[in-house]
């Protein structure tokens, strides 16, 4: 069976966001869905069968205070607005359709980092049940949002261990992949100094978790060439933003973030019979 993995990245999953609402036109419907931070958050709008869900918020929402804004580390310790995002806006904004969710037989792994062990862990989906707590632990980007406790164990953001969990994927017995990025081809990781800094945070405390920040950006790298591997092997079809349209990870350009939405939906549409042919998806 086909497994669909999402990467993550703030807002440049609106990409994948496009990507999953061409599936949701071509009627594909993809049993296993795995992805880490904004990635997956983006795909369980695809499970509920919400067309534009994830680019309205983010159109309508992405310069409202209440959403994002240095106010909130008063109210919520996050530059997001942690009760706005995952409790206010779903609910009575833009509804999530929690019957249609519930009713879908896809299974959804959001991946999540360990903040004890600095291990990944890969929590069931459906079993949010009204509760986007699991979103919000998969998001939780150190210092940006808080760490956030599920069942008596802490975690952050699930693009620390497992970026791209392509792995995971095939592990669950799922050998075909499409496989969504949110960076162009040409990009690669760098250490950067806010990993650095939350190395020299973390590492006394929690020094397994401090490690992982060291080496994310080989992970990463290393990740994206075993996809890029996959792909020449006939195993998985990988689709990624060009360089001319990436966005910022808090792009603010709402023309940008239109663009690269509509680049992924019709880079899904001009590659679905690919899509199906991999798959062996009815045409």
């Not at 890029?228 to 023309?255: F, M, N, W, Y």
């Amino acid at each position: 069976m086909p497994a669909l993995v999402l990467e993550g990245g703030t807002f440049r999953p609106i990409f994948s966001a496009g990507v999953m609402d061409a599936l949701l036109d071509a009627g594909v419907e993809f049993p296993y869905l795995i992805g880490v931070s904004a990635g997956i958050t983006d795909g369980v709008s695809y499970v509920s069968k919400q067309k534009e869900r994830n680019y309205n918020v983010l159109m309508n929402l992405r310069h409202d205070k209440r959403y994002i804004g240095l106010c909130n580390y008063i109210s919520d310790r996050s530059l997001f607005g942690v009760k706005f995002a995952y409790e206010i806006m779903p609910r009575d904004i833009y509804p999530f359709d929690w019957e249609t969710y519930n009713k879908s037989n896809q299974t959804v792994r959001v991946g999540v980092t360990n903040l004890r062990t600095g291990e990944s862990a890969y929590l069931d989906g459906k079993k949010m049940n009204g509760d986007f707590t699991m979103l919000v632990a998969t998001c939780a980007i150190p210092f940006v949002f808080p760490p956030c406790e599920i069942d008596g164990e802490i975690y952050y953001d699930g693009g620390i261990c497992d970026p791209i969990p392509v792995k995971k994927a095939m592990a669950d017995g799922h050998e075909k992949l499409l496989i969504v990025l949110t960076r162009p081809k040409e990009y690669k990781k760098k250490l950067s100094k806010a990993n650095v800094f939350a190395y020299r945070y973390f590492k006394k405390k929690y020094p397994q978790f401090a490690d992982r920040l060291l080496t994310r950006h080989n992970t990463y790298n290393e990740t994206v060439a075993y996809c890029e591997q996959l792909e020449r092997e006939g195993r998985a079809v990988l689709l990624r933003p060009t360089a001319d349209v990436q966005i910022d990870s808090l792009e603010k350009d709402l023309e940008k973030i239109d663009r690269i939405y509509h680049f992924g939906y019709d880079e899904a549409m001009r590659r679905l019979e690919e899509i199906k042919e991999l798959f062996h998806l009815d045409k």
